[in-house]
């Protein structure tokens, strides 16, 4: 690692933003990573050329997308794909793997890709499913009667607002699912 005690003397009262606007970037780097400021302080490791350094700072980060980006820009293609997968971006990174013909990595990224687009395709009808439930028993007065002080006709209304719902939701479901 880079060592900063020679730039450091005289330097130590400096702002990230004077250090960089000086030219010093890689203590300009460590002073954002110091405040915990991940992404100025990748563009600065970047800047520097330390190109590594700038994509384990926006890993620790959380900068997934961005760490992508980055890898993809200075040719590390896999790492830029492993990043877009880590950021949910599964398309990206299928077409990153696909592209260095990672065939292993295409296969394990497509289930992924079917698993998680499952999961947006079933929330809307389980929910539409549970509104459609909730409006058969509001806008049956027999079973829910009369409690906390509501009178039928806003029971009724309660559950054509919920039917309504329901049907929303199964019918974006059904869309999805039928395509």
Do not use: C
Not at 102 to 123: E, M, T
């Amino acid at each position: 690692m880079y060592d900063f005690s020679d730039k450091k003397r005289g330097n130590e009262e400096m702002s990230a933003k004077e250090l960089e606007k000086r030219g010093d970037f890689l203590l300009a780097a460590q002073r954002y990573y110091e405040e915990d400021d991940f992404f100025n302080s990748a563009k600065m490791y970047r800047r520097a050329g330390f190109g590594d350094r700038a994509l384990i700072v926006l890993e620790n980060g959380g900068f997934f997308s961005e760490a992508s980006d980055m890898a993809e820009d200075i040719g590390r293609m896999h790492q830029a794909a492993r990043y877009a997968e880590m950021a949910g971006d599964y398309e990206r990174a299928l077409e990153i793997y696909s592209e260095i013909e990672s065939v292993r990595d295409v296969q394990r990224v497509k289930r992924n890709l079917g698993k998680h687009n499952n999961n947006f395709i079933r929330a809307p009808g389980i929910i539409g499913g549970l509104f459609f439930v909730f409006s058969l028993f509001f806008l049956s007065s027999n079973i829910t009667g009369g409690f906390g002080g509501i009178s039928v006709g806003e029971f009724d209304a309660l559950g054509s607002i919920f039917f309504v719902f329901g049907l929303i939701g199964i019918l974006i479901w059904a869309k999805a699912k039928f395509e």
